[in-house]
Structure formats: C-alpha cells, structure tokens
C-alpha cells in the first residue's frame, strides 16, 4: 500500500509539473488566444481595426518576452521564420481565386486579403515547439536524417498549395511521415527522469489542441471557412489532417535549430 502510494504521488506531481510546464511552453498561443476571444466581446478602440490591434499586441507582447529573458533570441528567430513562411502560404489560401479561408474585418496592417497578425498565429504554433523543446529537454531514441525530413517538410509545404491544381498527396505524405517517425520515441524530462512516448503520438494530440483553438477562433471571428459565413460551425474533424502536417513541418523547421539529441539511458548516477 505504501509503494502504491509513492508511485500516486509521484504521478500526481508529474502531472502537474507537465501542466505547468506546458502552459509555459504555450505563453505566447495562449495570449494570442486569449487576445481573439477578449476582443470579440470586447473591443473598445474605435480608432484601430481589431486586426491591426491584434498585430500590434502579438509585437508588443514578443518585445516583453524577451525583455524578461522569458523567451530566448533563438526562439525569436523561430517565429520569425514561421512568420514569413506562414505568411507566403495564407497570401495564397486567402487569394481571390482559391478563398480557402478569409478574414472577415478590415485592417491596414496586412498584405492582398491577409492582416500581418495571422502570421504570429502560425508562429505561436512554432514558439510553442521550441519553447517545449527546451523546458522538456527532448531526447529522441532515433532520428532520421536531417536531409530526409528537410524533403518530406518540403513536400507537405508544396502541396499545400499543389492540391488545388494536382492530386492531393497528403495521404501519401502521411504514409511516408510515419515510416519515418513511426517507430521513434520522444523522451521529455518531467522532474529528475525522463519520461517517453511515441513522437507521433505527440504530434497528434498537439494537432488536436490546435484544432481546438481553431474552433475557438473560428467562433471568435477570427478567419472564417467558406461553410462558416453565414453563421458558424465546427470546424470538421477532417482538419486534423491538415494540422498534424502542418505540425510535422513546424517540428522540422525548429529542428534545423533545435538539432535533435539521442537519448541515452542513464547510470544510476546521471539522471538526477
């Protein structure tokens, strides 16, 4: 009974040092968030379009992080890739000949039909998988090389926009994502140990946490599906998909400055 005991508190302080841990890790998706859904109810400056505000706080808010050393520089240069790259992508989606989504306020701070705050939106996305890189201190039982994952991510990327003129090969790219991860464990350090899992696992349950916030803002107004204009509605299951590609490719370009560690089992003396 004691040794059941040991092992319930034991889990029980894990539990909330993952908590904790992955709130930190989510500082800056998490303002963001909150921000979309505070000024959908709430949004007193007449004088500034709610995007522009948005994109304002999003700055506002990095320059804090990293005035407090609460976000590291290398992290910063993380969102400022996905920013750009992000960037590319929703001037494409939201084009008048494809309208995969739109944004349905006015802004000035933006380019064609995309206000520049729905980039930090990709890059909260990439703030959080470097950020939980480091306060885990992510190990991997195997890795691919670098090169393979570079070309598979190139891919993913390319057919995000291929598939609307050519056959859709995320199936395909799915396929080929767990051939190449399938097998490989991620180890994240909790306390003094590391605990495991499958990394596709973890890029799953990470996809449907995004998915949620998707639906939060959606709901909050944010960016509409065409199937939401008139009134709205949950975002199908079916973007799942989408997400867990779009996380592969985010884990892959934090990785060209994350270099991936091998985990090597420890001596009863070196994972204190």
């Not at 804090?64 to 992290?75: D, M, Q």
């Amino acid at each position: 009974m004691h040794f059941e005991a040991v092992l319930l508190k034991t889990f029980l302080h894990e539990f909330w040092l993952f908590g904790i841990k992955q709130a930190s890790a989510c500082i800056f998706g998490g303002f963001l968030l909150a921000m979309m859904i505070l000024t959908r109810f709430w949004y007193p400056f007449d004088f500034l379009y709610r995007y522009d505000f948005l994109f304002l706080a999003a700055v506002a808010f990095q320059i804090f992080l990293l005035c407090f050393r609460l976000e590291s520089p290398r992290e910063a240069v993380v969102i400022l890739i996905f920013h750009f790259v992000a960037t590319v992508m929703e001037l494409f989606k939201t084009s008048d000949g494809i309208r995969s989504w739109q944004y349905p306020e006015p802004f000035v701070i933006g380019i064609g039909n995309v206000p520049l705050f729905a980039g930090f939106m990709y890059s909260a996305v990439g703030s959080y998988i470097a950020r939980v890189w480091r306060i885990f201190d992510f190990r991997y039982s195997s890795y691919p090389p670098m090169w393979s994952t570079v070309v598979l991510v190139t891919l993913i990327y390319v057919n995000f926009f291929s598939h609307h003129f050519v056959t859709d090969i995320r199936w395909l790219l799915i396929f080929a994502s767990l051939l190449m991860f399938g097998k490989i464990q991620i180890y994240f350090k909790m306390n003094q140990v590391h605990r495991h899992m499958p990394l596709v696992v973890g890029w799953l349950l990470v996809a449907l946490f995004i998915w949620f916030a998707e639906n939060l803002a959606t709901y909050a107004n944010v960016w509409i599906y065409p199937e939401q204009t008139d009134h709205w509605q949950m975002v199908p299951p079916s973007k799942l998909v989408a997400w867990y590609l779009l996380m592969m490719l985010s884990f892959v370009l934090v990785s060209l400055v994350n270099r991936p560690m091998i985990y090597n089992e420890p001596t009863p003396h070196n994972e204190k």
